[in-house]
């Protein structure tokens, strides 16, 4: 049983390579779907961004799987959004409209882009905040919550957008809020800790040799904790990973 609750800790389930990763994700996704839909009849699913979700995208887009899914109860956001045009080769909405979204009968109303702009950053998190609240189920603190929350992880243990040394590590009262990650040079949008901890379901996807090491150090609980170590979830965790990410878990 590779699902935990609570602080990071992976207990990953570990795919041969990243075909049988996404599929496995696949899986996962159209369950925690089929989950949510049959306990508050709509799923509300932020997609994580960068290289390895896309596998998972494309497959979900594949008639085999896209005919399991009821597309008008789902509702598409995203964990994290770089600051640039939604067209622009580093857009995760770019990405996930040419993987996802083109190929998949949902309405336009039913995917939520987080929209941000250097310009206007801090507005940009104030609104997509705002959307969360009007459109998701808040908990006690007014958190809302996601059915699920697709999250990958990269080799510095960042995860969304919550890098290390950034001030958006301590941010708790805002569900959304900007980062200036100099080491990228980029503005960037992400969901904040509590409303990562509030989700139903959080799912990791790691893949490549290139995040081994760091998530060995995940998996002992390394200190001083990579800011995907630091997620308190109360909702269901789990971490599916490739044979080349796990290649340090036995050493
Ligand atoms: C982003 C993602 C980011 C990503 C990790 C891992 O906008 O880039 O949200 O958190 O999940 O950087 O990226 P890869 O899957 O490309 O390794």
């Known amino acids: 049983m590779a699902a935990t609750t609570g602080i990071c800790a992976p207990q990953p389930t570990i795919l041969p390579d ?4 996404a599929a496995a994700a696949a899986e996962q996704w159209i369950a925690a779907c089929r989950e949510a839909v049959a306990a508050r009849g709509v799923f509300h699913v932020a997609l994580a961004g960068g290289s390895t979700p896309q596998r998972l995208y494309r497959l979900l887009a594949q008639p085999s799987n896209r005919m399991r ?36 009968p949902v309405a336009a109303q039913q995917v939520h882009r987080m929209a941000a702009l250097p310009e206007r950053i801090e507005d940009a998190a104030d609104d997509y905040a705002a959307l969360l609240r009007e459109r998701l189920p808040c908990d006690a603190a007014g958190v809302p919550v996601f059915d699920l929350i697709l999250l990958g992880m990269g080799a510095d243990g ?11 590590l301590d941010e708790r009262a805002r569900s ?3 980062v200036y990650v100099a080491r ?5 949008l992400s969901l904040t800790y509590p409303v990562l901890e509030a989700a139903h379901r959080l799912l990791f996807l790691v893949s490549g040799a290139d995040k081994a090491a760091r998530l060995r150090a995940v998996c002992r609980g390394a200190q001083p904790p990579a800011p995907v170590q630091r997620i308190r979830a109360r909702g269901r965790v789990d971490w599916l990973v490739d ?9």
């Open 18 to 21: 990243a075909d049988a990763l």
């Open 69 to 104: 899914i009821d597309w008008t109860r789902v509702q598409l956001y995203f964990g994290d959004e770089r600051a640039v045009p939604a067209e622009h080769a580093d857009s995760n909405f770019r990405m996930v409209r040419e993987t996802l979204i083109d190929h998949v």
């Open 158 to 168: 960042h995860t969304c957008s919550l890098f290390p040394d950034t001030p958006i």
């Open 176 to 178: 959304v809020a900007p």
């Open 184 to 188: 990228l040079d980029s503005w960037r």
């Open 243 to 251: 044979r080349a990410a796990a290649a340090e878990l036995a050493a």
